[in-house]
């Protein structure tokens, strides 16, 4: 079967843009790579979103949420009742390997088999690639890029790299089942964009000593039972027994490479495309979502970019007519 619209990825916005194609009658699929949000699935069992759940709301699906800020486990069952509700095709386990062009579209090679569609919407996110620090020993087994669950740190020396959101979730709640956490920060202070109920937190644990930071501070090396950081009183050897690396996420650019996807040299290395229609060069290529930032991952979120799904349907609509 040839698809109007073939979606590459089954997050929150790719989901919208499902839920926008099947109300402009355009036949479509969602391929994912893995579980239904699987970004979310992904994300710190204990993680509670920064957003107000209304902001997180598609496709007029309510999002009723205990607290004012919805947790990573509410929104998988939010996420799974949108698929519902709306009766959306999706794909799972489903990777989505290249991209060649046919005759009227593209055919899109996966782990499953090869997809037919007349337009492509890229909504791949930024999950899945951490952000490497390139220093010896960030192979060990011990040098976590994700963070799902603080028990497997109790009683822990724990290195926390980074001063953004993840990295002071990590920090405190690692501190609070009793690890003892170092924070090795490159830049002079706390991420001043953290949430603002967690940077007093932050700050004042630090204040009070019960977190060790290491300002203006990098990881040097990183090894069995230690860790060497350069800071401003010189290197250090730190005892450690686990290195949580949280400095962020970018897009999969290997994964553009064989989609044939453009990259801007700007420095922010963003999928070269239309601002108005989110066209890319590549006819009927749309990309969506946080992706459509590139490095600056924290300037797109699912609250501004769930309206790249109707902006896409109404440029493919007209190009279809
Ligand atoms: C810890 C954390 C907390 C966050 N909190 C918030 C928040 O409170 N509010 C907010 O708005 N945003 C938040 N974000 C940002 C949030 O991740 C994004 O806004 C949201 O997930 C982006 O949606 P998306 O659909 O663009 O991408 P994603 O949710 O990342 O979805 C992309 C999907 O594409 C799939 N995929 C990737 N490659 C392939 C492939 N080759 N083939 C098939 N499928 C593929 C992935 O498996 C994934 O399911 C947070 C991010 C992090 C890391």
Excluded at 27 to 48: A, C, Q
Excluded at 231 to 239: A, D, F, M, N, V
Aim: glycine residues 8%; contains cysteine; negative net charge.
């Amino acid at each position: 079967m040839k698809y109007d619209v073939v979606i590459i990825g089954g997050g929150p916005i790719g989901l919208n843009c499902a839920i926008e194609a099947k109300k402009a009658n355009l036949s479509y699929i969602i391929l994912e790579k893995g579980v239904l949000v699987n970004s979310l699935y992904n994300f710190p069992t204990n993680m509670t979103f920064f957003s107000t759940s209304n902001l997180l709301e598609i496709g007029d699906v309510p999002f009723i949420a205990h607290g004012d800020k919805p947790t990573r486990r509410e929104s998988l069952e939010y996420f799974r009742r949108v698929q519902e509700s709306w009766d959306l095709q999706v794909s799972l386990y489903t990777e989505v390997t290249g991209m060649t062009s046919s005759d009227d579209g593209y055919l899109i090679q996966t782990t499953k088999g090869v997809f037919e569609g007349k337009n492509v919407v890229v909504a791949t996110g930024f999950y899945d690639t951490p952000r490497m620090l390139d220093i010896p020993g960030e192979d060990l087994p011990k040098v976590k890029h994700y963070y799902d669950d603080p028990h497997p740190y109790v009683d822990q020396k724990v290195v926390v790299i980074g001063a953004a959101n993840s990295a002071c979730d990590v920090a405190l709640e690692t501190y609070y089942k009793g690890a003892e956490v170092t924070m090795v920060i490159r830049e002079s202070e706390i991420y001043p964009k953290v949430k603002y109920w967690i940077r007093p937190n932050i700050e004042n644990r630090i204040k009070a000593g019960e977190i060790k930071a290491y300002f203006n501070s990098t990881v040097e090396e990183i090894k069995a039972t230690e860790v060497i950081i350069n800071t401003p009183e010189g290197r250090i050897t730190l005892p450690n027994d686990f290195v949580l690396s949280m400095t962020g996420y970018k897009p999969n650019y290997t994964l553009f490479d064989r989609l044939g996807l453009h990259i801007s040299d700007d420095g922010h290395k963003t999928p070269i495309h239309d601002e108005k229609t989110l066209e890319t060069p590549l006819k009927g290529v749309y990309v969506a979502g946080v992706i459509n930032a590139g490095l600056q991952t924290s300037k797109l979120f699912i609250e501004n970019t769930r309206q790249h799904s109707a902006t896409i349907m109404e440029s493919i609509l007209k190009s279809m007519h």
